[in-house]
């Protein structure tokens, strides 16, 4: 159990700047907790740490970061992926490391050889 909704939340970012679905970035968190049926990140008030998550996600919030004060505002009307970019920037990661994840990530992405499906994560669309 340690560590999984560290790993958990951690995969769910990565997968949403991936372009993964919400519903298939939430599975896949999930997923953390079938070592023991006795614990659900979602429904589990005692370990809810993903609703919590969740929350902070999509309401956003404003942090301190070596001294500065950063704003992090989730966009209804954008993308997963979008928002997954914009809280990781908020973070200090630079759009250059989200890229190359994406690069190493996704076969075809540095290359521009992708499906229509798989550019909504080059921006192409929505």
């Known amino acids: 159990w340690g560590g999984a ?4 939340v951690t995969g769910f970012l990565l997968n949403s700047i991936l372009g993964v679905s919400y519903t298939d970035a939430i599975i896949d968190f ?3 907790t079938l070592t023991n049926n006795k614990r ?4 589990n008030s005692q370990n809810a740490h993903m609703p919590k998550f969740l929350n902070l996600f999509v309401s956003g919030y404003t942090f301190e970061r070596d001294g500065q ?7 209804e009307d954008k993308t997963l ?4 970019d914009n809280l990781l920037k908020a ?3 630079e759009e250059e490391t989200l ?6 990530m996704l076969p075809g992405y540095a290359e521009g050889k992708l499906t229509e499906n798989e550019m909504v994560n080059k921006g192409s669309y929505k």
């Not at 659900?40 to 429904?43: L, T, V």
């Not at 004060?69 to 966009?75: A, S």
């Open 5 to 8: 909704d560290r790993t958990g």
């Open 30 to 32: 999930e997923l953390t």
């Open 40 to 43: 659900c990140h979602m429904h």
């Open 69 to 75: 004060q950063f704003e992090y505002k989730f966009e």
């Open 81 to 84: 992926r979008y928002n997954a």
């Open 91 to 93: 973070m200090g990661v």
């Open 99 to 104: 890229e190359k994840i994406r690069g190493i």
